[in-house]
């Protein structure tokens, strides 16, 4: 399934045979310190920095309404996020993961967030739409 969307993620998880959880790990892009001229420009334009996780949660896939609702939930922290890292945790027997698995889990996120280990997460933009990270 190639998903493109956050909501087609979502209706994703929601049509799993086991309940699912939602990961998701909130990023802000900040300019290096020593940036050069190009990147102090393609930051700028919104094309780079450093990204630096700034808020995590876990969501029941059945109790999120959209992409849109998710967005207004984050406002109330008034972080400065650029990209949303979505990952899901399965359960099993019908139950969903436990408390202790998904804190397990989106403590290892946040710490593949920050070193830059991203290729198991799929990085949401503001409007909710899939992008590649480089």
Request: aromatic fraction near 6%; proline fraction near 6%; charge should be negative.
């Amino acid at each position: 399934m190639n998903i493109t969307t956050f909501d087609e993620l979502l209706q994703a998880a929601r049509q799993q045979s086991q309940p699912q959880r939602l990961l998701l790990v909130f990023a802000g892009a900040t300019l290096p310190e020593h940036a050069t001229p190009e990147q102090r420009e393609r930051f700028e334009d919104g094309e780079s920095g450093e990204l630096s996780p700034l808020m995590c949660v876990d969501k029941d896939p059945a109790e999120l309404k959209s992409f849109e609702s998710l967005a207004a939930e984050a406002t109330v922290f008034e972080q400065p996020w650029v990209l949303v890292f979505a990952a899901a945790l399965s359960g099993s027997d019908g139950q969903a993961p436990a408390d202790s698995a998904v804190a397990s889990a989106l403590e290892r996120m946040v710490e593949n967030v920050r070193s830059g280990e991203l290729a198991r997460f799929i990085p949401f933009d503001r409007q909710g739409l899939a992008v590649q990270v480089r």
